[in-house]
């Protein structure tokens, strides 16, 4: 393959890939206006209109939003690659530092960094317009400062020796490096696993013991019934930052914990709530978290086998903006490849996404199936309506969009499924 051809597919990826994202957001646009002015059969007694036309405004902002972010995240693309921005970076790396692997190290991170501070002026518009605008926000600019800071400095702490670990096997390990950097990266992220609910997600929010006797009995009773143990009951200060609801678990073997947002335990009922639960040890029944693991693990090891061959190309860098001198001598081949690679790789994967969403899909449904069996269908049902409610989340999406986009099935379907039930 030549430089020129390779320049013509990510161009005509790019440009597909953004008029997709375009589209589908128009249609989706189209196919709520078109049903914002009443509340489908379904939830007509559950969700009042003012509900159900705040949905439909709130999802229509945020879609019109996303038009905009993908418009800028396509110009900001074709800015770091064919205009020459990470080739104008690695020079300046090349310019102040000694070794390759160092030259390697300072050209990722001055990418990543400027890229983050090109993107904070959406991030601000989407936490402090947006949601502020729907009642959904609750964070301060300080402390927005201070979640900033402190997620450089972890990505810092973690990312950094990461980095160096992954450039330095790169370079040293031969021809098979993709596959001591694969087991690098499993090793990594299982240890994320194990740390993440101690140690990472307190820095962030407080968690406190469930303090309810009465809902703790009842969730350590489903526990109990569902053969599942956790290392505790918290409860996270969620209202801090949004007024959005949720429930989870988190971790890994022993270090497993079941975590309620605040505002998720004031808005429903004790029944829900366990039901909500159920769903969610419905993923851990199901096996869905290893799953989901296990498929992480094996693309990546085909992502990283792939990158292995572009990276000996020469058209692979040409065709992306990067001179050839650059990628053979002068700079840190290994380091560009990288860059270049996952930063290009959501473009060439993106139609992929309809296949994905449809497999998390079909896990929501078994944990539904699964919830619905060791408690009451109605419970969760009635939940999720106002999980909708609360959230803001519109009732009636583009069925393409839907299916394109959504890791979770539309409400109708879902609830319908759980009232046959």
């Not at 429930?247 to 808005?267: M, N, P, Q, S």
């Not at 560009?336 to 139609?351: D, G, K, R």
């Amino acid at each position: 393959m030549t430089a020129a051809l390779f320049t013509f597919i990510f161009g005509a990826a790019l440009l597909l890939t953004t008029l997709v994202k375009l589209w589908l957001a128009r249609r989706h646009l189209a196919h709520i206006a078109a049903h914002r002015a009443a509340v489908p059969d379904a939830f007509r007694e559950k969700i009042r209109l003012a509900d159900h036309q705040k949905a439909a405004d709130y999802t229509s902002a945020k879609a019109r939003f996303a038009m905009l972010g993908a418009l800028f995240d396509a110009a900001l693309l074709l800015a770091f690659t064919l205009a020459g921005g990470i080739q104008a970076i690695a020079d300046i790396c090349n310019g102040w530092f000694g070794s390759p692997l160092a030259r390697g190290m300072a050209t990722i991170v001055a990418v990543l960094l400027l890229s983050s501070l090109l993107e904070t002026p959406f991030s601000l518009y989407r936490t402090f317009v947006i949601e502020a605008r729907f009642g959904f926000n609750k964070m301060t600019l300080a402390l927005y400062l201070i979640d900033a800071l402190k997620s450089l400095l972890l990505g810092a702490v973690l990312g950094l020796p990461l980095l160096f670990g992954v450039l330095w096997l790169m370079e040293r390990m031969g021809e098979y490096w993709w596959f001591y950097v694969w087991l690098v990266w499993v090793v990594f992220n299982l240890i994320i696993l194990f740390i993440y609910p101690s140690f990472i997600a307190p820095l962030f929010n407080k968690f406190t013991p469930l303090q309810d006797e009465a809902m703790k009995a009842r969730i350590e009773a489903l526990l109990g019934k569902c053969g599942f143990t956790a290392k505790g009951l918290f409860v996270m200060d969620g209202s801090k930052r949004s007024a959005h609801g949720n429930a989870y678990f988190t971790g890994f073997g022993k270090t497993k914990r079941i975590v309620f947002f605040d505002t998720l335990l004031e808005r429903l009922s004790g029944t829900e709530v366990e039901a909500v639960l159920a769903h969610e040890l419905g993923h851990f029944k199901c096996r869905h978290v290893m799953k989901r693991i296990s498929a992480t693990f094996a693309i990546s090891l085909g992502f990283l086998w792939l990158l292995g061959q572009l990276m000996r190309t020469d058209w692979f860098y040409q065709g992306l903006g990067v001179n050839h001198s650059t990628s053979s001598g002068q700079g840190s081949p290994t380091a560009l490849a990288l860059l270049l690679f996952f930063m290009t790789l959501p473009i060439f994967s993106f139609l992929l996404n309809p296949l994905l969403s449809a497999y998390s899909r079909k896990h929501e449904f078994e944990a539904d199936v699964y919830a619905a069996r060791q408690t009451n269908p109605a419970d969760l049902a009635n939940a999720l309506v106002k999980l909708y409610q609360d959230n803001a989340a519109t009732l009636t999406p583009d069925p393409l969009y839907s299916a394109f986009y959504d890791s979770h099935p539309p409400a109708a379907v879902r609830i319908a499924r759980l009232n046959a039930r």
